[in-house]
Nanobody
Framework: QVQLVESGGGMVQAGGSLRLSCAAS????????MGWFRQAPGKERDPVAA????????YYSDSVKGRFAISRDNAKNTVYLQMNSLKPEDTAVYYC????????????????????WGQGTQVTVSS
């Protein structure tokens, strides 16, 4: 069982930065790939970024590539999402998620590949 708790959301002006954190409970964090997804009102939950269990592989959606950076600290059971040059269209609830194993089976952006989810943290970017 893994529990995920996101933090760091808030309101920021366009062009600003935020750093999201996702703290995981349990001793299996270091053997799970982690992802960040986001969901805007009335829209589907979309992939943002993912990182492999050892931090060596990272993936980003085209919409955030070059602006966001995902990282992890396995000693602290925490995954981060550094968000720079924020835009109003980045406004959403951001969720972190964990895969059931260190194996990537399919596309990192496939929401069905993640079996544990946090409750989400709101990010609002004003123009």
């Amino acid at each position: 069982q893994v529990q995920l708790v996101e933090s760091g959301g808030g309101m920021v002006q366009a062009g600003g930065s935020l750093r999201l954190s996702c703290a995981a409970s349990g001793h299996t964090f270091s053997s799970r790939n982690m992802g960040w997804f986001r969901q805007a009102p009335g829209k589907e939950r979309d992939p943002v970024a993912a990182i492999s269990w050892n931090g060596r592989l990272t993936y980003y959606s085209d919409s955030v590539k070059g602006r966001f950076a995902i990282s992890r600290d396995n000693a602290k059971n925490t995954v981060y999402l550094q968000m720079n040059s924020l835009k109003p269209e980045d406004t959403a609830v951001y969720y972190c998620a964990a895969t059931p194993s260190p194996m990537w089976t399919g596309d990192w952006s496939d929401i069905g590949k993640y079996d544990y989810w946090g409750q989400g943290t709101q990010v609002t970017v004003s123009s």
